[in-house]
């Protein structure tokens, strides 16, 4: 089971996940997200894990994706928090920060 409560103030939209994110649940979240990602297109979307028990692998693939397209992943616990931290290390492996020198 999945509880998903979508919480808005002035400044941010927080996606609180509850439960096991597998199987159907993860379509559940992924079609709450895209409701959301319009009112939050400025990187102020936040998608809270604190109390997610299990993520299968298209529950990691959504949340690479949310990450990819700016939503701020929070964590609390070992299991949750090795796994944003993989999906932060995993996409910037993928997308390296270019530097920009001086050409002066």
Same mark, same amino acid.
């Given at each position: 089971m999945l509880r998903i409560t979508i919480e808005k103030d002035s400044r941010t939209t927080t996606l609180r996940v509850e439960?096991?994110?597998?199987?159907?649940?993860?379509g559940e979240l992924g079609r709450a997200w895209?409701?959301?990602?319009?009112?939050? =297109?400025d990187g102020r979307l936040i998608v809270d &894990?604190?109390?997610v028990t299990f993520v299968g692998e298209e529950g990691k693939?959504?949340?690479e994706?949310?990450?990819a397209e700016g939503a701020? &992943?929070?964590? =609390?616990?070992c299991v949750t928090r090795k796994l944003v931290?993989?999906?932060?290390?995993s996409f910037n492996r993928r997308h390296p920060k270019q530097v920009v020198?001086?050409?002066q």
């Open positions: 439960g096991r994110l597998m199987g159907a649940w993860v895209r409701a959301v990602v319009p009112e939050q =297109s &894990l604190t109390d693939k959504l949340l994706t949310m990450y701020k &992943l929070k964590a =609390s616990g931290e993989e999906i932060g290390l020198t001086n050409p």
